[in-house]
């Protein structure tokens, strides 16, 4: 079993600069891909950002491309999103997930495993 854990979210002004974190622990070495993904209140889960395993390969949603960076280190087994010029849109509880295999998808389907979240709240 894998868990994922997040943290680093807050309440920030528009405008402003946040950077989540998900620690991974348990049989890591199973870990490929990571992502994340979030949900709005009263909205369906969307896409993030992924990256995989090797770190060469990321994707990003159109509503966050330029202004989001995914990164990981292996070695910490620990995966980032630092967040800048965010919006009131991007208000959402943030989930770290992650699949076995190595390769990228932007389908939360596919990611078996998934952390508690974390709430990001953006004020105008």
């Known amino acids: 079993q894998v868990q994922l854990v997040e943290s680093g979210g807050g309440l920030v002004q528009a405008g402003g600069s946040l950077r989540l974190s998900c620690v991974a622990s348990?049989?890591?070495?199973?870990?490929?891909?990571m992502g994340w993904f979030r949900q709005a209140p009263g909205k369906e889960r969307e896409f993030v950002t992924s990256?995989?395993?090797?770190?060469?390969?990321?994707d990003y949603g159109d509503s966050v491309k330029g202004r989001f960076t995914i990164s990981r280190d292996n070695a910490e087994i620990t995966m980032f999103l630092q967040m800048n010029s965010l919006k009131p849109e991007d208000t959402a509880v943030y989930y770290c997930?992650?699949?076995?295999?190595?390769?990228?998808?932007?389908?939360?389907?596919?990611?078996?495993?998934w952390g508690q979240g974390t709430q990001v709240t953006v004020s105008e």
């Open positions: 348990g049989l890591t070495f199973n870990i490929g891909t």
């Open positions: 997930a992650a699949r076995a295999l190595r390769t990228a998808s932007t389908a939360g389907l596919v990611y078996r495993w």
């Open positions: 990256i995989t395993r090797s770190g060469r390969n990321t």
